[in-house]
């Protein structure tokens, strides 16, 4: 039998942690389903906030009860507050954090919320009746999940498993295609989109002159996220 929630929350990044956390404690019976196993992670996780707009976004986000701001304060190495050499307008606060206990420390927070079920499974459609989408299908992890409300009725089942190695399973699991696919998207008139995250390159240290650089040493005082 598929499980019955009020809302269903596909993919743990910042957004889908955010959501998820905000659903759950409007006092809606919610799911958050991602595909990374393990530690919870959000999904598309930097090591750190650097850019002016996204200090202040953090800060914005924060002032609404979110969870991020928390979550960076707890775990973070090092603070700067940027542009301090010109007026408050355009001071940023920037943060480098522990990536590892960044995802472990927002498992535990959002595990605190009674409300809110965290699922392991890749959503592969969606189940869609009389153009109403009544709930997904998940194509391993377990039953599918429903969203409940109204008079709608839909059965949500298992679509299939994973089969072949262990690497054929990994590079399975780097993109969840099903919801975005183009059939999707054609049948039932969406629009998908790839948005540029501004991700750095991962670079090997041991591949770096490090006495070519000049440390740059974080703020002697913190300057935190969370209000």
């Given at each position: 039998?598929?499980?019955?929630?009020?809302?269903?929350?596909?993919?743990?990044?910042?957004?889908?942690?955010?959501?998820?956390?905000?659903?759950?404690?409007?006092?809606?019976?919610?799911?958050?389903?991602?595909?990374?196993?393990?530690?919870?992670?959000?999904?598309?996780?930097q090591s750190g906030y650097r850019r002016?707009?996204?200090?202040?976004?953090?800060?914005?986000?924060?002032?609404?009860?979110?969870?991020?701001?928390?979550?960076?304060?707890?775990?973070?190495?090092?603070?700067?507050?940027?542009?301090?050499?010109?007026?408050?307008?355009?001071?940023?606060?920037?943060?480098?954090?522990?990536?590892?206990?960044?995802?472990?420390?927002?498992?535990?927070?959002?595990?605190?919320?009674?409300?809110?079920?965290?699922?392991?499974?890749?959503?592969?459609?969606?189940?869609?009746?009389?153009?109403?989408?009544?709930?997904?299908?998940?194509?391993?992890?377990?039953?599918?999940?429903?969203?409940?409300?109204?008079?709608?009725?839909?059965?949500?089942?298992?679509?299939?498993?994973?089969?072949?190695?262990?690497?054929?399973?990994?590079?399975?699991?780097?993109?969840?295609?099903?919801?975005?696919?183009?059939?999707?998207?054609?049948?039932?008139?969406?629009?998908?989109?790839?948005?540029?995250?501004?991700?750095?390159?991962?670079?090997?240290?041991?591949?770096?002159?490090?006495?070519?650089?000049?440390?740059?040493?974080?703020?002697?005082?913190?300057?935190?996220?969370?209000?």
């Open positions: 039998m598929p499980e019955k929630y009020d809302v269903v929350v596909v993919g743990a990044g910042h957004a889908g942690c955010e959501a998820a956390r905000a659903s759950a404690r409007m006092g809606l019976r919610t799911a958050l389903v991602t595909m990374k196993p393990g530690p919870h992670r959000a999904d598309v996780l002016h707009r996204q200090g202040h976004l953090v800060r914005e986000i924060d002032a609404l009860g979110g969870v991020m701001g928390e979550v960076a304060d707890a775990v973070g190495i090092q603070f700067r507050l940027l542009n301090t050499s010109r007026g408050p307008a355009v001071w940023s606060p920037r943060a480098q954090m522990d990536k590892k206990a960044y995802r472990v420390r927002m498992r535990e927070v959002l595990e605190q919320e009674p409300n809110l079920c965290i699922r392991q499974a890749e959503v592969a459609a969606l189940a869609i009746k009389d153009g109403r989408i009544g709930g997904v299908r998940l194509r391993d992890g377990g039953p599918g999940v429903r969203r409940g409300g109204g008079d709608h009725r839909h059965i949500s089942e298992r679509v299939g498993a994973y089969r072949g190695s262990d690497v054929q399973l990994r590079a399975e699991r780097r993109a969840a295609v099903g919801v975005a696919g183009r059939s999707t998207a054609r049948t039932w008139g969406l629009r998908s989109i790839r948005l540029k995250t501004g991700t750095p390159p991962r670079l090997d240290g041991r591949t770096i002159d490090w006495s070519q650089f000049q440390p740059q040493p974080g703020d002697a005082l913190p300057t935190p996220f969370s209000f």
